[in-house]
Nanobody
Framework: VQLQASGGGLVQAGGSLRLSCTAS????????MGWFRQAPGKEREFVAA???????YYAQSVKGRFTISRDNTKNTVYLQMNSLKSEDTAVYYC???????????????????WGQGTQVTVSS
């Protein structure tokens, strides 16, 4: 599956952005879809993920502020980001994997497919 992320940009602290990730392929609905982010000089970190069943997972740092969702009819996963903080500044990547056990949902090495990344900058 090929992934194309979009929606990043510059926003003031407290603002909102919605990221989108569109996937190619017919079996999108069977994939676990995840969002990760990487700030300069830091490791890539888990943000959120959603299973085909719409079961969701979140990093503690974004819980209550970010919402992940998917539209299988459009082969697209979304990340709605509200109440943005300067520490949310990073390149955001979407990822997909078809056979991902729960214990690896938050592990970037568990995902076989990655999008190109979209920059999110939050100014304080």
């Amino acid at each position: 599956v090929q992934l194309q992320a979009s929606g990043g940009g510059l926003v003031q602290a407290g603002g909102s952005l919605r990221l989108s990730c569109t996937a190619s392929g017919r079996t999108f609905s069977s994939y676990v879809m995840g969002w990760f982010r990487q700030a300069p000089g830091k490791e890539r970190e888990f943000v959120a993920a959603v299973r085909w069943s719409d079961y969701t997972y979140y990093a503690q740092s974004v819980k209550g502020r970010f919402t992940i969702s998917r539209d299988n009819t459009k082969n697209t996963v979304y990340l709605q980001m509200n109440s943005l903080k300067s520490e949310d500044t990073a390149v955001y990547y979407c990822a997909a994997d078809r056979n991902l056990i729960t214990s690896r949902i938050k592990d970037p090495y568990g995902y076989d497919n990655w999008g190109q990344g979209t920059q999110v900058t939050v100014s304080s």
